[in-house]
C-alpha cells in the first residue's frame, strides 16, 4: 500500500503493520555464517613443498605434509637427570638445613630462659636464706624452770612477751632495711603446732622447751562472728620461735610460707634447724 503521497508504507494486506523480524533468528543466522566462514577452505602454503593450495584440510594436497608445525619433545638426558636430582638433593639438604638451624635458635632461646631462671632462682634463695637467719636472744630474769612452782607459768608467759617484744624490733629494722613493707604495730605469739598434746605441754610444769608461731602484725583483719562474739585476725610477716625454760634463751626465725594451691613461689628454703620442733615437742 502507499499514503496519500504515493509512497509505500509497512502496511501487511490486511492494513496493518508488518511484524518485526526474529531476533533470535538473526542471531542463529550469524552464528552459522561465523562458522561457515570459520571452516572456508583458506589459502595455505605447505611448510614441506612450499606450493600453496585452497583448503580446508591439516594436510598438503600435494605431498600430504602436516600444516600443523609439532614440536618434538625433549627427552631428559642421564646428564640432565643427574644434575635435576643434584639440585632437588641440594634444595632438601638446603631446608633440612635451616629448618635444623631455626630448631637450633629456639633450643638456645630455651636454654637462655633456663638459666636466667635458675639465676633469679638462686638470687631469691639466698635472700630467703638471709632473711630466715635465726636471732638469739636471752633473758635477764630467772629461768621458769628454776622459780617455784606457782610461779612457772606466769614467767612462761613473761618470757614469751619478751620474745614477743624481740621479734617486733627485729620487724621493725627489716622494714628501715627495705626487706619488708611497714608499720609493725606488735607482736603476737600462740603455741605451735595446734594441737590437744601441744596445748597439755603448755600447762605441763615439766616442758623444757617450747615452740610458737608469731606473727609480726602489719594490720587487724576483721572475722565473722562467733556464736555472737566479735571476732579478729592479723595479717602480718610470719615468724617461728623456740623457747628453752631451763636458762631462759630463746630462738626465732622469720619464714616464709610456700605459695598456696594453684600457685608457685620463685624459690623456697626450709626452716632452720633450731626453729624447729624441740625434741619431745610436737
Known sequence: ?????????????????APPPDAWETARERVRADVAAAFAP????????GREALTDQRSCPHCGASYVHVRPRRRLTRRRQALLAAGIVILGVAGGLGLGAARE?????????????????????RRLARDALPRRGRSALPPPARVPPALRLPARRTLLGEVERAITRDARLRVRAGSIEGPIADTTCEPYPRTDLRRRQEADLLTARARYECVAVKAAVPLPDADGRPRSGVFGYPFYAVLDYSDASYVFCKVTPRAGEGGRSLASVPVPPPCRAPTGVR
Not at 500500500?1 to 496493518?16: C, I, L, N, V
Not at 583458506?42 to 613443498?49: H, Y
Request: proline share 7%.
Open 105 to 125: 635458635a629456639a633450643e638456645d632461646g630455651r636454654r637462655a630462659e633456663r638459666r636466667e631462671q635458675a639465676t633469679l632462682e638462686a638470687a631469691e634463695r
Open 1 to 17: 500500500m502507499a499514503d496519500e503521497s504515493g509512497e509505500p508504507t509497512d502496511d501487511g494486506p490486511d492494513g496493518r503493520d
Open 42 to 49: 583458506t589459502r595455505r602454503r605447505c611448510p614441506a613443498c
